[in-house]
């Protein structure tokens, strides 16, 4: 009897260690794959923190990718620990990765018993659903970008990083047409744009678009342009706003580009959009009537390594602006 118990007790206790063992398996051997399906380029990070109520530290990661094929969602982002939602933004997907401490501090998280990765800090693993299946792949060489303050929040709520995201999902048709309106929290005067070509080892051509902006107030964050079907992110200049917008083919040519199938509106070639946030609210303002500047080359490269002709390319042509 005495051996029949001990039988049974040496069943049961094999049987616990193979269920633990599986259990154990099935959180940590989840397959990193390699993938035709899309191409992902250069992965950036950037972490963050904000003034408001201690509500802490994260990081925003930035993940571009291209070429993917329609059965496959891309979905969740790994990376120093942290797991988050990528939500698509035109053709990049943003992820907002919150510190568990709300000290302001970006040592490495500490590993969840959930989390089912060992992975360096310049790693990350993508999850993604392709034909109903969830595979991971991973990647390397995340590169760091400098850090942001938010001052009214996180991103999470105050979503000054998503830019002008009209997109929520996946899918050929889940995309929505944004509304161009009317603003009253600041005027625009003259837009003026300055089309441009770039030597060195055919730098390629493009257009600058410098929009004044006056009146604006404070809760009010300008951020980008859209122009004869490309889109520009707008930097602040003493109170006037540049963008400067690089056509894709490399060429010595000012045709129009192509309008490409995320590029939300439909306009004439002297009318723009700017999108600006109001209360953490992306919305979009139109402008028509823009005044086209003389031309410029750029000998030493196009001008987002040129900057100082940039700000100074139409400074003396202002005076009609103000």
Not at 2 to 28: D, E, H, M, P, W
Not at 253 to 259: G, P, Q, V
Request: charged residues 25%; positive net charge.
């Amino acid at each position: 009897m005495k051996r029949l118990g001990k039988a049974v007790y040496a069943i049961v206790l094999i049987i616990l260690i193979s269920l633990n063992f599986q259990c154990a398996s099935s959180k940590t051997n989840l397959a990193l794959t390699t993938t035709k399906s899309f191409e992902v380029k250069t992965i950036s990070f950037q972490e963050w923190y904000t003034g408001v109520n201690g509500e802490g530290t994260g990081t925003n990661v930035f993940v571009p990718i291209v070429n993917k094929a329609d059965n496959v969602t891309i979905d969740s982002i790994y990376f120093r620990n942290r797991k988050g939602q990528l939500v698509r933004n035109y053709g990049r997907y943003t992820a907002v990765l919150k510190n568990n401490s709300p000290n302001y501090t970006f040592e490495k998280s500490d590993k969840r018993d959930d989390y089912p990765f060992t992975l360096t800090n310049n790693e990350c693993a993508i999850r993604y659903v392709k034909n109903g299946e969830t595979k991971y792949l991973k990647i390397t060489d995340v590169i760091k970008k400098e850090g942001v303050f938010y001052e009214i929040g996180p991103p999470l709520t105050y979503q000054r990083r998503r830019e002008a995201m009209i997109i929520s999902g996946e899918g050929p048709d889940l995309k929505s047409i944004p509304t161009l309106q009317q603003s009253t929290s600041f005027k625009v005067k003259t837009i003026a744009f300055q089309e441009w070509y770039a030597g060195i080892k055919v730098g390629g051509t493009g257009i600058n678009v410098f929009v004044p902006v006056v009146n604006k107030e404070d809760h009010i964050k300008i951020d980008s342009v859209y122009f004869r079907n490309l889109k520009g992110k707008l930097v602040s200049n003493h109170g006037r706003y540049t963008a400067t917008l690089k056509n894709k083919s490399p060429y010595y040519t000012f045709k129009i580009a192509e309008k490409d199938d995320d590029f939300p509106f439909t306009l004439s070639n002297n009318e723009c959009a700017i999108s600006f946030i109001e209360n953490g609210k992306v919305k979009y303002l139109k402008v028509t009537d823009l005044s086209e500047k003389q031309g410029t080359y750029y000998e030493n490269g196009p001008p987002s390594i040129y900057e100082n002709t940039l700000s100074t390319a139409v400074a003396s042509n202002d005076s009609d602006e103000e």
